[in-house]
Nanobody, 117 residues
C-alpha cells in the first residue's frame, strides 16, 4: 500500500507562487500514475493535474500555463509548481497515486493553500 505525504502549502498573495511536494513510499512509484487534486470550501474535489509513468501530463483548463506537475522517480517525489496564483486556487491540495494492481486512487492527507491579499 502506498503512503503519500504532501507539503509546501501556505498563504500566498495573488500573483505569487508555491511549490507543492509529495513524498511517496510503499509502492511501485515509477510505474504509478500520479495526480494532484484540490477541494475548495463547500465545493467538490476535482483533479488539477496528472502525470503518467512516462511523464505525459494533463491539466485542468483553468490552471494550464500556470501550474506544472513533475515527478522524480529516483526520489519517489511528485511536485506541483503553481505560479500566478489566484484567490480561486484556494483549496486543500491532495496528492494521489494509481499504481499497478490498484483498483482505486490512493490519496494523501492534503496541504492547505490560501491565496489572499
Amino acid at each position: 500500500q502506498v503512503q503519500l505525504v504532501e507539503s509546501g502549502g501556505g498563504l500566498v498573495q495573488p500573483g505569487g507562487s508555491l511549490r507543492l511536494s509529495c513524498a511517496a513510499s510503499g509502492g511501485l512509484f515509477s510505474a504509478s500514475h500520479m495526480a494532484w487534486s484540490r477541494q475548495a470550501p463547500e465545493k467538490q474535489r476535482g483533479t488539477v493535474a496528472t502525470i503518467s509513468p512516462r511523464g505525459n501530463t494533463n491539466y485542468l483548463e483553468s490552471v494550464k500555463g500556470r501550474f506544472t506537475i513533475s515527478r522524480d522517480n529516483a526520489k519517489n517525489m511528485v511536485y506541483l509548481q503553481m505560479n500566478n496564483l489566484k484567490p480561486e486556487d484556494t483549496a486543500v491540495y491532495y496528492c494521489g497515486a494509481f499504481g499497478p494492481g490498484f483498483t482505486s486512487w490512493s490519496w494523501g492527507q492534503g496541504t492547505h493553500v490560501t491565496v489572499s491579499s
